[in-house]
């Protein structure tokens, strides 16, 4: 079965089906990372809620970081990533 490019709706509906209380900011983080390929931003809100995890134990448990602090560190895990993997 082929799936076509999400657009940003899509890949919410997508996120807001499968994840609870991903606010709005990194729902379109998620989409935007995804360049719209269906299986990506699942794969992206997991770095998200690995990341924010990080954030949290890094800062004694005082509430889940803004996206603002998130969303860098999720870009820059994913472009090294991406380096490492030899991404065009």
Do not use: W
Not at 10 to 35: D, M
């Amino acid at each position: 079965m082929r799936i076509g490019p999400l657009d940003l709706r899509a890949a919410r509906q997508l996120l807001e089906g499968r994840v609870i209380g991903l606010p709005y900011p990194f729902t379109a983080l998620c989409y935007v990372l995804s360049g719209g390929v269906p299986r990506e931003p699942m794969r992206t809100a997991r770095a998200v809620f690995h990341t924010r995890n990080d954030v949290q134990l890094a800062s004694a448990g005082e509430g889940p970081g803004p996206c603002t602090v998130i969303a860098p560190m999720v870009i820059d895990r994913e472009m090294e990533s991406c380096a490492k993997a030899g991404c065009p």
